[in-house]
């Protein structure tokens, strides 16, 4: 907001912005894929690339592009009430693609919430038509992506993490964006006196690629839980924030009123996708300790038997302690996390590269 907005730093180019925000990420990430080594690369086809990475990279640059096009028109308070906006997308997507189904109780969640996002936006003092369009608009494109993911990666057998990611997917939507960059900003930046401060972008692009990094500790280190708890409460901090640090952001009760209704139904929505991945984990636990008490009573018959030596329970050829683990992880969405059952964590964009 800062950067873009023409009261203070005077750079009013997002598409410039989010590509710089690409290049840095996609660099850095293949340092720490390819020299560093600290995460390892998934197994990339050329044919995966072209049928999944593609299509989702087009869909984030999108989302990435009319949202932060977004700040030029609105407050960073509005645009983060407006974001109470994207599990709504996202169900209705997932349900029209067909990896979700219409239930009652996550369609009343989606009207409350809904209807806290209109009830905020009646409030707005400065509300813009266009500004909330492009926001929506890129709610739309993110739900999209993530529905994408499900079905063009999950299906596949690979789950990318913030880190893997932006080493796959920044280079791609680099390239998506430098269309509308050249025929929308281009021109402009021309003839137009620029600010190019390296030191400013340069803290921007590291600030948007450590969000992602703390994202990926955060998920690795705690758990979905965590992660939605402190989602809602970033949320908060972060219009409290913006009102302080701009101004000119004002907040209103019906702001107020509106977000805490649209935010209760987010966290029930939260809780409710949480009952759905410790439906999928009972399973898996209980097969565990089946398989754990059979190999206990092997080992009462066969002292010497080799399977002491094993560290994890075979079960069907697979790894129960990392079924388990992945099984605990499905539900946990980063702004670059594909989720399995669609969630969202009461936020970014993914990030959800959360540039925003």
């Not at 139904?265 to 991945?277: A, E």
Request: aromatic share 12%.
């Amino acid at each position: 907001q800062w950067v873009l907005s023409p009261k203070y730093f005077k750079f009013p180019f997002p598409i410039t912005l989010t590509m710089i925000h690409m290049s840095f990420s996609g660099v850095v990430a293949f340092f720490l894929v390819r020299v560093f080594k600290v995460v390892a690369p998934v197994k990339m086809t050329f044919q995966i690339y072209a049928t999944s990475v593609i299509p989702i990279s087009a869909f984030f640059a999108s989302s990435l592009w009319f949202g932060n096009t977004a700040y030029l028109y609105i407050s960073v308070a509005f645009i983060q009430m407006l974001k109470a906006l994207m599990p709504v997308a996202t169900f209705i997507m997932a349900v029209l693609c067909g990896t979700d189904k219409l239930r009652r109780d996550l369609f009343l969640n989606m009207v409350l919430v809904s209807v806290g996002v209109v009830v905020s936006s009646y409030g707005e003092i400065h509300f813009n038509v266009i500004g909330t369009l492009y926001q929506v608009t890129g709610i739309v494109a993110e739900a999209l992506r993530l529905v994408l993911t499900q079905v063009l990666l999950q299906k596949k057998g690979l789950t990318l993490n913030p880190i893997t990611s932006l080493y796959y997917i920044a280079p791609c939507s680099f390239i998506f964006l430098f269309g509308p960059w050249y025929l929308l900003e281009k021109p402009e930046m021309d003839i137009s006196p620029i600010q190019f401060n390296y030191w400013i972008f340069f803290s921007n692009a590291l600030a948007a690629f450590a969000l992602n990094i703390s994202i990926f500790l955060v998920i690795g280190r705690t758990g979905a839980v965590t992660v939605r708890v402190a989602g809602v409460l970033k949320d908060w901090i972060l219009i409290a924030l913006s009102t302080i640090i701009f101004p000119e952001s004002t907040i209103t009760s019906l702001n107020i009123i509106g977000y805490a209704v649209a935010l209760s139904g987010v966290v029930m929505y939260n809780y409710l996708k949480m009952k759905d991945v410790t439906a999928i984990q009972l399973p898996i636990d209980n097969t565990a300790d089946r398989a754990t008490k059979e190999k206990k009573v092997v080992n009462i018959y066969k002292p010497d038997s080799s399977i002491d030596s094993i560290d994890e329970t075979i079960v069907g050829g697979v790894a129960v302690g990392s079924l388990a683990t992945e099984a605990a992880a499905v539900d946990e969405e980063a702004p670059l996390i594909p989720s399995s059952r669609i969630s969202h964590v009461t936020r970014t964009q993914t990030g959800g590269l959360s540039s925003r």
